[in-house]
């Protein structure tokens, strides 16, 4: 088994992710995109977030079904219509998934003071193996790009060793007083 596909099926939440999960304001409603087995989902709640939980299959996701605080979506987000329409939160994670139309809908569906938590693989991967379609991987910079309204907290780009990423965390500003910077 490769690495990455090794890193996809951890139950271990990503580094990245549980390093900015604290900026996330106490009982934030969190997006959890492309939830995968919920490792972050399961982060979140163990932190007494309501979480949302979305995918195209909650299978992965039977042992958390019946938490308190979880709202699980099945939803094609690539087929089908956006299936949080006119919803925001106070934190959305996303990783290992890129599905670039998306982009400007998770900055407009951030309340003020939301926190985007954002981790997927870039150009260069493909000597990692999958994935390696240009499709869904990241161009140099595209995370920064995508996400300039917002104010970056972290970024970091490159090859790992093991894949090669993008990640950034960034807030919605509510005013120009200067965030507290996670320990």
């Keep these: ?3 990455v596909v090794q890193s996809l099926l951890t139950p271990h939440p990503d580094t990245w992710v549980s390093r900015f999960a604290p900026l996330v304001y106490t009982g934030g409603a969190v997006l959890d995109l492309a939830c995968g087995n919920g490792r972050h989902t399961k982060l979140f709640l163990e932190s007494e977030h309501p979480v949302i939980a979305v995918d195209r299959s909650l299978t992965a996701m039977d042992s958390l079904k019946k938490r308190k605080g979880l709202e699980l979506i099945e939803a094609d987000i690539e087929a089908g219509p956006w299936p ?8 959305i994670v996303v990783v290992n998934y890129l599905h670039r139309p998306l982009l400007p809908t998770l900055s ?5 003071g939301g926190v985007l938590i954002y981790r997927t693989f870039a150009v260069g991967n ?3 193996g999958k994935p390696s379609n240009p499709d869904f991987l990241l161009k ?3 995370l920064l ?3 300039s309204g917002l ?6 780009s490159g090859d790992t060793g ?9 807030v919605k500003r509510v005013s120009e007083e200067p965030l507290p910077l996670p320990v």
Excluded: W
Aim: charged share 20%.
């Design 140 to 142: 140099p910079n595209e």
């Design 84 to 91: 949080l329409t006119g919803r925001t939160f106070d934190a």
């Design 151 to 156: 104010e970056v907290i972290a970024f970091e």
């Design 145 to 147: 790009e995508a996400f």
């Design 162 to 170: 093991t894949a090669v990423i993008q990640r950034i965390c960034a």
């Design 1 to 3: 088994m490769s690495h």
């Design 126 to 128: 493909e000597k990692y």
């Design 108 to 112: 407009q569906s951030l309340n003020p």
